[in-house]
C-alpha cells in the first residue's frame, strides 16, 4: 500500500517534469492553444480553501491529462477576483475578450460567482464553478454554459440539517452572517430540519463582515435551550464562533453548515473535535482520493486538497476529456457546445469517483456527513474526519425540478 | 427567573460582562492611539497591523522556538515595539512636519503592506493559539459561564492601561513627555533630547497594541486580517474619547464595549454600527471628544 502510494506519487512528479518542455515548446509550431483561467480569491478570507491550492490543481489536471501528446497545449491564466463582483466580472471580460480564455475555472464567493455565470453565458465560453456556495447558479440563475462542480447550499443544509435531526439533534438555534449567503443557508436547512421533525427555536444575525466576538450570541443560544447550534456562516467567522463556543463551555452540539478542511487545521482538533461537518470529497476517503491527494500535496509543501481544489481538478481534467472528444478548435468556437459535450459524457476521476451533469448544470457525485476526530484519535497530520453518514448523488442535491431552472423544461 | 426590559436578568448581566471584556481590546488599542496622537500627531493606521503581528510574533515565538504565553505577553510587545520604533526611525520621522493626512496616508500604506506580506506567509484562515493551561477552564457565576481567561484579559487590561496613564500623568518622565508635545525646541534647551523620546514614545504605543495583539491571541484565530475588524470601530473611540486624551480613550474603550454588547441583546444587526452612531452623536455636540481639551 504504501510502496504503491508512493510510486504513484512519483509518477505525478516525473509527468509534472516532462510536460513544461513541451508547453513552451509547442507554441512555434501553431498547435492549437485552450487557455484556462482560474479566477479565486488568492489574498483574501478563501484563499486557503482555494487560491494558490486551486491553481495547482489545474496545473496537476493539465499534467496527468498528458496534452503533450495530443495535439494541442493548455496555458493556465490566474487572477484574484478580490470578492468584487464588479473586479470579478472586468476580469472575465478581459479574459474572454482580449487575452483568449476559453473556460475560467473556481470563483469561490457566490456574489461573484452569479456575476461571471452571466458574462461566461454572453461571451459563450465555458464556466466551471468549483467553489460559490449559492444553489441558485443551477436554479433560476442557471444557463447552458455553467456547471457547478462541488456542493452548493441545498446540498449541505440538507446532509448536515436531516443528519443531525436523525441523530437526536432535533432543536436548534443558528448564528447567521447578515447577508444572502448566511440567510440562505439558515433558510434551506430551516426546511430541513422542520421536515425531518425537527424544531427551531430562534436565531441571531450578526453584522457581516466586520464581527469578531461572537460569545454574546453564544450566550443568547445557550439560554434558548436548544441541543444544536447551527452555524449559517463562512470561513474566519465559523472558527471564531467554534473557538469561542469551546471557550465558554457552550454545551450544544455545533453543526458546521459550512466547513472546509483548512479551517479544521486551523482550529486544531483540540477545538474542533466533534463538530458534524458535509463535504463531498474529503482527501482520505479511499484509495483513488489518497493517490490524488498525495500527488497534490507533493506539489503543495504539505497542505491537503480541499472540496473545492480537488473540485478544479476533477472538472479540468473532465473538461480536457470532452474537449479532445469533440475536437480543440470546436470546443474553442463554443462554449454552450462545449458544456453540452462535458454533459453527456459521463465523469470519472480520483476525487468523486463515477459521477455526472444534470442538464441544469449540476454536477451530481455523493455527499458525505463526518465529524471532526478527538485529538487521540487522529494518526498525523490532517487526519482530521471520521465518516458518519453518506447520502447517494441522486439524493444529494436537489431534485432537478424544483430549482425552476429554464434548461430543465426542454 | 426576572426579567429587565423583556430579556432575561442572567442573559443580560452575561452581555454587560462580555462588553466589559470587549471594551479591554478597545481601551488597550485606543490608548495606544491616544498615546502616539498626543505626543506624536500621528493618526498611527497601523496599529490594527501591529495589533496583528503581536498575535502573531506570540505564535511564532511558540511554534519555532517553544517559548510559552506568559514570556511572549513581555517578549512580543518588546520584539513588535522595536519595529514599531524601526518605522518610525526609517520612514514615519520624515512626516513630522507635514499635515496629519501625510501621516494618516503613510500608515495605512504601511498596513496594508505589512498584512499582505503575513496573509502571503501564513495564509488568511488563522493559526490556532491555545489558552494557557494556567488560566484554561471556567467560573459559574450563577448568572453566565465566565472563562477564566476572559477574567484575565480584563485585568491585565485595567492594569496595563491605569499604569500607562499613571506614567504619562504622574511621572516626571511624563511631564517632560507632555512638556515636549508643547513645546519642542524649549524643552529641547534644556537637554532631553526629544527626538529620542518621541521614537520611545513611539514604541511604547505600539508595544500596547503588540500586547493587545497576544491577549487576543488564544480568543481569535492568529490571523492577518484580525487588526483590521478592530481598527475601525478603535478609532470611533479614539474620536468619542477625545483626539489625544489618555484617559478619554481608556475610558471612552470600556464604557463603547458595554453599549456594543447591549446592543447585541436587543438588536444583534446593529451592533456594528451603534459605535459610530455614538460618535456622529458626540461629534454634533461636543466635536472635541467626551474627554477632549478645549483649543
Known amino acids: 500500500m504504501n510502496v504503491s502510494r508512493r510510486a504513484i ?402 | 427567573m426576572f426579567m429587565i426590559f423583556g430579556i432575561p436578568g442572567p442573559l443580560l448581566f452575561g452581555q454587560l460582562l462580555l462588553g466589559l471584556i470587549n471594551g479591554a481590546f478597545y481601551a488597550m488599542l485606543s490608548l495606544g492611539l491616544a498615546v502616539i496622537f498626543g505626543m506624536l500627531n500621528i493618526i498611527n493606521f497601523a496599529h490594527g497591523a501591529l495589533f496583528m503581528m503581536g498575535a502573531f510574533v506570540a505564535w511564532m515565538l511558540l511554534n519555532y522556538i517553544g517559548i510559552g504565553y506568559f514570556p511572549a505577553l513581555i517578549l512580543a510587545p518588546l520584539i513588535v515595539g522595536a519595529f514599531g520604533i524601526l518605522l518610525e526611525k526609517t520612514i514615519i520621522s520624515r512626516l513630522y512636519k507635514l499635515d496629519h493626512l501625510y501621516g494618516l496616508l503613510l500608515t495605512f500604506g504601511l498596513s496594508l503592506v505589512i498584512e499582505g506580506l503575513f496573509r502571503n506567509g501564513y495564509g488568511s484562515s488563522g493559526l490556532p493559539y491555545r489558552i494557557p493551561a494556567a488560566l484554561q477552564g471556567a467560573m459559574d457565576l450563577g448568572f453566565m459561564f465566565m472563562p477564566i481567561y476572559r477574567g484575565w484579559v480584563v485585568l491585565a487590561a485595567a492594569v496595563v492601561c491605569l499604569a500607562t496613564w499613571a506614567i504619562i500623568e504622574k511621572t516626571s518622565l511624563g511631564a517632560t513627555l507632555r512638556a515636549a508635545t508643547e513645546n519642542a525646541p524649549l524643552v529641547q534647551a534644556f537637554g532631553v533630547n526629544v527626538p529620542r523620546l518621541i521614537t520611545l514614545t513611539y514604541g511604547g504605543g505600539i508595544a500596547l497594541a503588540a500586547f493587545a495583539g497576544v491577549l487576543a491571541a488564544p480568543i481569535y484565530s492568529v490571523n492577518p486580517n484580525m487588526g483590521t475588524n478592530f481598527i475601525n470601530t478603535v478609532f470611533a473611540v479614539v474620536v468619542i474619547g477625545g483626539m489625544g486624551s489618555i484617559l478619554g480613550s481608556i475610558v471612552t474603550g470600556f464604557a463603547l464595549g458595554v453599549v456594543e454588547g447591549l446592543t447585541k441583546v436587543f438588536y444583534p444587526q446593529a451592533s456594528a454600527t451603534v459605535v459610530f452612531v455614538v460618535m456622529v452623536i458626540v461629534l454634533l455636540t461636543r466635536p472635541r471628544g467626551l474627554f477632549g481639551k478645549a483649543a
Open chain 1, 9 to 410: 506519487t512519483l509518477g505525478g512528479l516525473a509527468a509534472a517534469a516532462g510536460t513544461i518542455a513541451p508547453l513552451t515548446a509547442g507554441r512555434a509550431q501553431a498547435r492549437p492553444v485552450i487557455r484556462v483561467g482560474c479566477l479565486t480569491d488568492m489574498s483574501g478570507p478563501y484563499k486557503d480553501l482555494a487560491g494558490p491550492g486551486a491553481v495547482s490543481a489545474i496545473k496537476q489536471a493539465i499534467q496527468e491529462f498528458g496534452v503533450a501528446g495530443k495535439g494541442f497545449d493548455v496555458e493556465v491564466l490566474v487572477a484574484d477576483h478580490l470578492n468584487k463582483p464588479d473586479v470579478g466580472t472586468t476580469v472575465a471580460r478581459q479574459w474572454f475578450d482580449r487575452d483568449g480564455v476559453d473556460v475560467i475555472v473556481e470563483v469561490a464567493n457566490s456574489g461573484v460567482a452569479l456575476a461571471v455565470a452571466n458574462v461566461a453565458k454572453e461571451k459563450n465560453k465555458v464556466y466551471l464553478n468549483t467553489g460559490a456556495a449559492t444553489s441558485d447558479l443551477t436554479a433560476a440563475a442557471c444557463n447552458a454554459n455553467t456547471i457547478h462542480w462541488v456542493y452548493d447550499t441545498y446540498m449541505l443544509a440538507q446532509s448536515t440539517g436531516a443528519a443531525m435531526v436523525k441523530s437526536g439533534g432535533d432543536s436548534w438555534f443558528f448564528i447567521t452572517a447578515d447577508y444572502a449567503f448566511g440567510k440562505a443557508l439558515q433558510r434551506d436547512t430551516t426546511d430541513f430540519v422542520t421536515n425531518a421533525g425537527g424544531k427551531v427555536l430562534g436565531g441571531v444575525t450578526y453584522p457581516f463582515p466586520g464581527t469578531t466576538d461572537f460569545s454574546s450570541y453564544l450566550i443568547q443560544a445557550q439560554s434558548s435551550g436548544a441541543k444544536v447550534l447551527g452555524l449559517a456562516n463562512a470561513g474566519t467567522d465559523t472558527i471564531n464562533t467554534i473557538k469561542q463556543a469551546k471557550e465558554f463551555g457552550i454545551k450544544m452540539r455545533l453543526a458546521g453548515l459550512l466547513l472546509f478542511l483548512t479551517d479544521i487545521h486551523s482550529l486544531g482538533l483540540e477545538v474542533s473535535q466533534g463538530i458534524v461537518l458535509t463535504d463531498s470529497f474529503y482527501w482520505d476517503m479511499n484509495d483513488r482520493s489518497r493517490a490524488f491527494s498525495d500527488r497534490y500535496t507533493a506539489n503543495m509543501k504539505g497542505t491537503r486538497p480541499t472540496m473545492v481544489q480537488a473540485g478544479v481538478y476533477s472538472s479540468i481534467s473532465h473538461y480536457l476529456k470532452a474537449a479532445t472528444a469533440m475536437g480543440v478548435d470546436k470546443a474553442k468556437l463554443d462554449g454552450a457546445a462545449t458544456i453540452a459535450q462535458l454533459k453527456a459524457m459521463p465523469t470519472d476521476d480520483d476525487c468523486f469517483g463515477a459521477g455526472s451533469i444534470r442538464a441544469d448544470g449540476r454536477k451530481i457525485h455523493p455527499s458525505y456527513l463526518w465529524e471532526v476526530k478527538k485529538p487521540g484519535e487522529s494518526k498525523g497530520p490532517w487526519d482530521y474526519y471520521k465518516a458518519v453518514a453518506s447520502t447517494p448523488a441522486d439524493k444529494a442535491f436537489r431534485p432537478l425540478d424544483k430549482g425552476g431552472c429554464p434548461l430543465v423544461k426542454a
